[in-house]
DNA sequence: TATTGTTATACTCTATAACTATA
DNA sequence: TATAGTTATAGAGTATAACAATA
């Protein structure tokens, strides 16, 4: 592919996913900060200390506090004692912790799909082969 | 396409899009915030008094009114009165301003760059179709 | 002494309410 | 009286520095 062409592929392609993102925040927030989603999501993979969840979400041990507090605060997450290393703290995702990402997920997803149902079977067929070559390069 | 296809589609389509935005912000801000950076594009389609502002970023005059005197602060904007409405004000980028925003776009641009270089011809001519789609899909 | 996490303090962005100036 | 914008004040997120508890 030429070198123009590939530089306007990458302007308008990081274009249309920021834009997408962008309204899928808008939209459908599901009343939680961004911040207190993404941690929520992070625990969702499994129980995380607060030293991880900082560093995960690149924000200062004190700031991860502050959020996990509210997280606490608002039942959302638990904090559970290391057993072996009595500094060290795991936050753990509640049942309604659960239950709110699980909304606000499907809202999101709602969001896309609506938009998706507009479209030709033929756009479809594109679109499902381009995700998996944009979730590579997404990356993990 | 089966419902349960376009569901699945839906959720990772959403999902990559979402990954590849927030690694742009996180990898190449700019140094600048991202309620500034938004302001300055939007900016960039024209003057807007701080009441437009406010509105597209879906924020409150009050904070409209910070964000903007943040801009002026850093050079980076500039007001003009209203001849005919004496109340109004425009918001307008200056030379510098439109260069901090190339420059950050520049940098996003290269962050998507440098991915799909890694990607084979035929994942590019995906992505080539796809983005067209995507676009719609943004809306706008 | 090093590490994990919290508290203390300050700065920024956000919002609502009150105010100024103009229409 | 209504509208555009700003100022006043308060709430929440972020950061760095200092502190407490544990390894």
Redesign the interface.
Known sequence: ?PDE???A??????????????????DSGGGLAPHQFSVLARLDEGRRTPGQLAECE?VSPPSMTRTVKSLLAAGLVTREADPDDGRQVFVVLTAAGRDVLADT?HA??????A???E?S?A??V??????G???????R
């Open positions: 592919m062409s590939l530089i592929l990458s302007h308008e392609l990081r274009l249309a996913c920021m834009r997408i993102s962008r309204r899928v925040r808008f690149r997920r999101r997803d709602a969001w896309m799909m938009r998706l149902e479209l079977e756009d479809l594109v679109l499902t082969e381009a995700t070559i944009l979730t590579k390069v997404a990356g």
